[in-house]
């Protein structure tokens, strides 16, 4: 009788599963692949080069720390901000903005702010913040 004393370790992996599964996923992305892109072929129009249409304008103002407020980089009033974000809004009514206010700015300015973006039913509101790092 043969018995082998020690316990041989094994060499190798036996890759031979991970292959099926990857020849399976293989299969299965390119049907939905190829699923997708079937369809009724049309000649499309082509679009001006407008760039108003491909990417909306996004106006930001900005509230600085002594309560200073920009749209885009030009100083305003807040009675020149509602004026010109009325044209604005009255051109594109998708208009989008963001709001970036600094940190140490009192809060009734930014409130005052976001009122007025209220007032002409500005839908596309962003707020701008900073991430924080650990």
Known sequence: MNVQSEAKPFDDINVTPMLDLAYVLLVI?????????????????????????????????????????????????????????????????????VVKGDARVQYDKVIEVLDLIGRLDITQLGLVTQRLTK
């Open 29 to 97: 992305f390119i049907i939905m692949t190829t699923a997708s892109v079937q369809g009724i072929k049309v000649n499309l129009p082509k679009a001006s080069n407008t760039p108003s249409l491909a990417k909306p304008q996004t106006k930001a103002i900005t509230i600085t720390e002594t309560g200073q407020i920009f749209l885009d980089a030009y100083p305003v009033t807040i009675q020149e901000l509602e004026s010109r974000l009325g044209q604005l809004r009255a051109a594109n009514p998708e208009l989008p903005v």
